[in-house]
């Protein structure tokens, strides 16, 4: 009620959110809730269709950025782990991040 996204409104967003990451040429805004096809620049084989309200809330849609994000995001996680397992000094002021199932190594050294 009352609030209305326009396509003005509505770009201003996804560029403040995406960049040029997205394409919005060939786009037919009608409402915020009315599917749009965009393109992804990186990936410009596959049409995203999606509402902009979606648009705005995920990725962005293209279903092969969201597969990269997911893999940048697993190696951060991989790449964390192997760090630590190399450093020498065992005993690191390393405050626990979650409260269970951190300590596992430090133990066994
Ligand atoms: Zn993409």
Known sequence: MGLRIDEATFLERAISRFGARYDYSQMTYKSYRTPIKIRCVEHPVR???????????????CKYCLRTYRNQTLERVLRMEC???????????RAPQGAAGAGQKSEAV
Request: hydrophobic fraction near 30%.
């Open 83 to 93: 760090e630590t397992s190399e450093l020498p000094a065992p005993l690191l002021p």
């Open 47 to 61: 049409e995203v269709v999606i509402t902009p309200e979606r648009h705005l809330q995920t990725t962005g849609g």
